[in-house]
C-alpha cells in the first residue's frame, strides 16, 4: 500500500490515509488502496476500526482535483461510483468505524467522514462541501448523507453556498458527536473504541445493522428489522455470557465480560 496504513491493537483497528504531501485527497489509488484494506481486516479479531488521515492539517482534503480536471462525463460518473461503491462498503461495514477527523475534511473528506458510524474531530477541524464553486455536484454521497445527518435545510444550505465550517458550528448542527484539542483527538477514538470492543460483538454488528437498515423504511418495517436482529442474539454463547454475569451472585460477577463473538 501506498497511501493506506493499517495498524491492529488488540481489538481496535486503525486505517490512515497517508498521503499528506496532497493533504490525504483522494485519488484512484487511494480509493483502490482503501477497499482493499477494508476487504483484508479480520473481522474474527477486530471488533472496532478508527480511520484517520496522516499529519496534523488534514484528515482528507478533498477527491483529487488533478485527476477530477480532465474528465468527460462518463468518466467523472464513473469516478463518482467508484468514490460510492468504497463509501457504502465503508457504511455497511459489519463492525463499527470512527472517524477521527483532523483538520481539513472538504469535499470527498466530508463525505468519508460521514460514511463513518461516528465522527469526532479535533479543535482546527474544517468541514465543507465545496464542489458548486468548482462547478460540480457533491459526488462521494454528499447530497444524500448530509441531509440524512444535519436536516435537509442546513445541508442545502451548506452545500449551495460552498461554505466551510469549524469543528464547533459542526458540533453545533450534529455533524460531529464531540471536538477535541488536536493532541487529545486519536487517544480519545481509541478509548471510545476500545470501549465499543468490549461489548458483546454480535449485539453491537446486529445494533448497527438495526439502526442503518431501519432508517431505510419506514417505522413498521424498521421495528420488524430490529425484532428479527433482536431474536438473532439469542441462543448465542454472547448472550448466554452477558445475561449470564448479570444474573450471577455479586461475588461471582466481573467487571468485564469475556464475549467470544460467536
Given at each position: 500500500m501506498d497511501f493506506i496504513l493499517y495498524e491492529v491493537d488488540g481489538a481496535v483497528a486503525?486505517?490512515?490515509i497517508n498521503r499528506p504531501k496532497a493533504l490525504n485527497a483522494l485519488n484512484s489509488q487511494v480509493l483502490?488502496?482503501?477497499?482493499?484494506?477494508?476487504?483484508?481486516?479480520?473481522?474474527?479479531?477486530?471488533?472496532?476500526l478508527i480511520l484517520t488521515g496522516a499529519g496534523e492539517k488534514s484528515f482528507v482534503a478533498g477527491a483529487d482535483i488533478g485527476e477530477m480536471s480532465t474528465l468527460t462525463k462518463a468518466e467523472g460518473e464513473a469516478f463518482g461510483k467508484k468514490g460510492n461503491d468504497v463509501f457504502r462498503k465503508l457504511e455497511s461495514f459489519?463492525?463499527?468505524?470512527?472517524?477521527?477527523?483532523n483538520g481539513f475534511a472538504l469535499g470527498g473528506g466530508c463525505e468519508i467522514s460521514m460514511s463513518c458510524d461516528i465522527r469526532?474531530?479535533?479543535?482546527?477541524?474544517?468541514?465543507?462541501?465545496?464542489?458548486v464553486g468548482l462547478g460540480i455536484t457533491p459526488g462521494f454521497g454528499g447530497t444524500q448523507r448530509l441531509a440524512r445527518l444535519v436536516s435537509p435545510g442546513m445541508a442545502k444550505q451548506l452545500i449551495y453556498t460552498a461554505r466551510n465550517i469549524?469543528?464547533?458550528?459542526?458540533?453545533?448542527?450534529?455533524?460531529?458527536?464531540?471536538?477535541?484539542?488536536?493532541?487529545?483527538?486519536?487517544?480519545?477514538?481509541?478509548?471510545?473504541?476500545?470501549?465499543?470492543?468490549?461489548?458483546?460483538?454480535?449485539?453491537?454488528r446486529n445494533c448497527k445493522k438495526a439502526i442503518n437498515d431501519g432508517l431505510q423504511v419506514n417505522i413498521d418495517e424498521a421495528v420488524v428489522i430490529e425484532e428479527k436482529l433482536f431474536g438473532d442474539?439469542?441462543?448465542?454463547?454472547?448472550?448466554?455470557?452477558?445475561?449470564?454475569?448479570?444474573?450471577?451472585?455479586?461475588?461471582?460477577?466481573?467487571?468485564v465480560v469475556p464475549f467470544k463473538n460467536c
Amino acid at each position: 500500500m501506498d497511501f493506506i496504513l493499517y495498524e491492529v491493537d488488540g481489538a481496535v483497528a486503525t486505517i490512515t490515509i497517508n498521503r499528506p504531501k496532497a493533504l490525504n485527497a483522494l485519488n484512484s489509488q487511494v480509493l483502490d488502496e482503501l477497499d482493499a484494506t477494508l476487504d483484508a481486516v479480520d473481522l474474527d479479531t477486530v471488533r472496532c476500526l478508527i480511520l484517520t488521515g496522516a499529519g496534523e492539517k488534514s484528515f482528507v482534503a478533498g477527491a483529487d482535483i488533478g485527476e477530477m480536471s480532465t474528465l468527460t462525463k462518463a468518466e467523472g460518473e464513473a469516478f463518482g461510483k467508484k468514490g460510492n461503491d468504497v463509501f457504502r462498503k465503508l457504511e455497511s461495514f459489519p463492525i463499527p468505524v470512527i472517524a477521527a477527523v483532523n483538520g481539513f475534511a472538504l469535499g470527498g473528506g466530508c463525505e468519508i467522514s460521514m460514511s463513518c458510524d461516528i465522527r469526532i474531530c479535533s479543535d482546527n477541524a474544517v468541514f465543507g462541501q465545496p464542489e458548486v464553486g468548482l462547478g460540480i455536484t457533491p459526488g462521494f454521497g454528499g447530497t444524500q448523507r448530509l441531509a440524512r445527518l444535519v436536516s435537509p435545510g442546513m445541508a442545502k444550505q451548506l452545500i449551495y453556498t460552498a461554505r466551510n465550517i469549524k469543528a464547533e458550528e459542526a458540533y453545533r448542527i450534529g455533524l460531529v458527536n464531540a471536538v477535541y484539542p488536536q493532541e487529545e483527538l486519536l487517544p480519545a477514538a481509541q478509548k471510545m473504541a476500545a470501549g465499543i470492543a468490549k461489548q458483546a460483538p454480535i449485539a453491537v454488528r446486529n445494533c448497527k445493522k438495526a439502526i442503518n437498515d431501519g432508517l431505510q423504511v419506514n417505522i413498521d418495517e424498521a421495528v420488524v428489522i430490529e425484532e428479527k436482529l433482536f431474536g438473532d442474539c439469542f441462543e448465542t454463547e454472547d448472550q448466554k455470557a452477558g445475561m449470564g454475569n448479570f444474573l450471577a451472585p455479586k461475588e461471582e460477577k466481573v467487571k468485564v465480560v469475556p464475549f467470544k463473538n460467536c
